[in-house]
């Protein structure tokens, strides 16, 4: 065993020091002011800009992103016949389905909102770059999160999973522990499920604690299945096993992180036992060393993984299974499972995700309103050299300012002339338009994204929107390409959230989920609501039969869940630490915290002041919130 806290604290230490000297433009971003039509306003970006644009798409898109999901075609391909065609080939796959998802989504663009295909039209004459690249500039992200999404789910098919848990012990204590609506029952100590207004016994991720008041000296109990999607075999789901196929659990490779300790298999606390025809069943009995703190949260995250090969891309693998984490509190802590939230402790590996936060009345200083984001998702060393303050000033409609990248006419935040601010974070969904492909078209489908590209439907609440009420009929009126978290704030002191999804199985939400402090789904108070890369009102976002499989909600297979929500936790203790003195210093300090910090695929933070037409941004450096936040009033730009 060993300890993760030294490691912890130092990158802690690391991360908590301050900025020095007055607030300077980084290095590596700049403020480009555009003027016209929307051509015009495209054609003064690609001039001014070319040569960071093909930076960008060179080293982010063609050296780095498009190998990498080339990987990926060979699992594509067990599902999607098309796939396996000559124009795919030879290293083609990525930029092929880029491409093809692209002008899926262009010809929507040019039919609905023509001006944003303009603007692209005119950076790609201005840079004298190829149109096609311009376009898989714009919309690869959209293409690529629910591409990933696809290849995930269809790797955690066959993948171990976490099927039971249980806490061996005294639970004659008059206390529900596993909060099933009953007492000293003879299973009180088994972690149930809420199916469909059933009990179920079995495990399922959830935001808060799997039990409650577990005596000291309880064992814990987990059983784990291999290959549960595909019946214990890789491959098609209409190919059976092969005689010498490998299959089954290592008992080998049970990981266990108690708090902030792990445990391995070697350690004679975890004892382990086979079962099942092809040894599919694991089960694992772990007695943590010394007994269980008495009156405490726990954390404990496991994972495992199967005996199988994965030969294509070299090394040679096993299939590891998604770490799995839960807390449950110990005798004397006096909370019921549902007070107590799934924070967890850090795995020593996991950064934080994309997070956000909007404050106002009482939260602040001087009851005005504020919206602060710090965006991560991918930066790879690339794209912070690449940053960009666009300043749109249009032939008609107010002015306003995305933070955005070279080549690129969106970005995830920004604010108008008339205070007007958003922030987007991606959210993890199955209900996104490359599965409903998949639904539609089975084994002919091809993974073409629809609706509109979340960056550039920022752009449209912020040209055509004043206030909230605006941005939300605004947000409900076209489709959307993935699973997006967004923030809203005017100068009026309206904040709200809206959670999107593709709704491909026509549900009566359609896909639509907003909702405001006043009810209480992410907010500490009546004045403050917070966002990271999960779902809070969009429960399940999926759960439904597609193909021959049952796709589940994203907190069952998404690899953000846990980590966005030990962030969204955190996130809310720093909030609440800091209501009713939110001012600038407040909401920069939150960005900086240590524990929501991404210091590896930071791309920007910023801080909006609608109220005051300015907006405080850092960026061009990873972690972005390690440089100054520099002011820019939008009021007075030129």
Not at 9 to 35: D, M, Q, R, Y
Not at 214 to 223: L, S
Not at 250 to 275: E, F
Request: aromatic share 8%.
């Amino acid at each position: 065993m060993r300890t993760l806290a030294p490691l912890c604290a130092a990158l802690a230490a690391i991360a908590a020091l301050p900025g020095c000297g007055p607030a300077e433009p980084p290095a590596h971003s700049e403020v480009v002011v555009l003027s016209g039509s929307a051509y015009e306003r495209g054609f003064q970006h690609g001039k001014l800009l070319g040569k960071k644009i093909r930076s960008l798409y060179t080293i982010l898109l063609e050296t780095n992103l498009m190998p990498y999901l080339n990987r990926e075609q060979d699992d594509v391909m067990k599902f999607l016949e098309v796939y396996r065609e000559e124009p795919y080939k030879n290293g083609q796959f990525s930029y092929r389905m880029m491409l093809e998802s692209g002008e899926n989504l262009l010809e929507i663009l040019e039919d609905s909102h023509p001006e944003y295909a303009q603007e692209m039209h005119g950076i790609a004459d201005g840079a004298g770059i190829s149109f096609d690249r311009i376009l898989v500039l714009n919309t690869f992200v959209d293409t690529m999160l629910a591409f990933r999404t696809v290849t995930l789910f269809l790797k955690q098919l066959s993948a171990p999973q976490l099927l039971e848990v249980e806490f061996l012990g005294d639970f004659a204590d008059g206390v529900d522990n596993n909060g099933d609506g009953q007492t000293d029952e003879a299973d009180d100590g088994a972690v149930k499920t809420d199916s469909r207004g059933e009990w179920l016994a079995g495990y399922s991720p959830r935001p808060h604690a799997v039990m409650a008041e577990v005596p000291a000296g309880a064992r814990i109990r987990m059983r784990f299945i291999d290959n549960p999607g595909l019946g214990g075999f890789t491959g098609s789901p209409d190919e059976k096993p092969k005689e010498g196929d490998l299959q089954g659990m290592d008992p080998g490779s049970v990981r266990i992180q108690l708090g902030d300790v792990l445990y391995t298999a070697a350690d004679d606390c975890i004892q382990s036992s086979l079962s099942g025809e092809h040894d599919e069943y694991l089960e694992v009995i772990f007695s943590p060393p010394g007994g269980l703190p008495e009156g405490e949260v726990v954390s404990l995250i496991v994972q495992s993984h199967d005996i199988s090969e994965i030969a294509d891309p070299l090394p040679v693998r096993p299939r590891v299974m998604r770490d799995e984490r839960f807390v449950f509190t110990t005798r004397g802590a006096g909370l019921r499972p549902a007070e107590v939230p799934n924070k967890g402790a850090w795995d020593g590996r996991s950064m934080p995700p994309a997070l956000g936060f909007a404050v106002r009345g009482s939260a602040t200083p001087d009851g005005a309103t504020r919206l602060a984001q710090h965006f991560a998702l991918l930066d790879s060393n690339i794209s912070h050299k690449h940053g960009v303050l666009f300043v749109h000033r249009p032939e008609d409609g107010e002015p306003f300012a995305v933070l955005g990248w070279a080549g690129l006419v969106w970005g995830f935040s920004g604010m108008n002339a008339a205070g007007l601010t958003c922030a987007l974070n991606p959210s993890d969904t199955l209900d996104n338009p490359l599965v409903g492909q998949v639904k539609d078209r089975v084994m002919y489908a091809l993974l073409l994204s629809t609706g509109i590209p979340a960056g550039i439907k920022g752009r449209i609440l912020l040209e055509r929107a004043a206030a909230v009420p605006e941005a939300m009929d605004l947000l409900a009126a076209d489709g959307d390409t993935f699973g997006w978290n967004l923030l809203l704030g005017d100068r009026h002191g309206e904040i709200a959230s809206v959670e999107l999804d593709s709704n491909i199985m026509q549900h009566s939400d359609d896909g639509f989920h907003a909702f405001g402090p006043e009810d209480g789904i992410a907010s500490e108070g009546p004045d403050d609501l917070r966002m990271a890369s999960h779902f809070q009102a969009n429960l399940p976002d999926l759960d439904d039969p597609i193909l021959v499989f049952q796709a589940p909600p994203q907190k069952d297979w998404s690899s953000f869940y846990y980590r966005s929500l030990r962030a969204y936790y955190i996130l809310g203790d720093e909030i609440r630490r800091h209501y009713g003195h939110m001012d600038l210093d407040g909401a920069i300090d939150i960005l900086r915290h240590p524990d929501l910090v991404d210091t590896r695929e930071s791309m920007n933070a910023v801080v909006f002041e609608p109220e005051r037409g300015k907006l405080h941004y850092a960026m061009g450096q990873v972690p972005a919130t390690d440089g100054d936040f520099v002011e820019f009033d939008l009021e007075a730009s030129p």
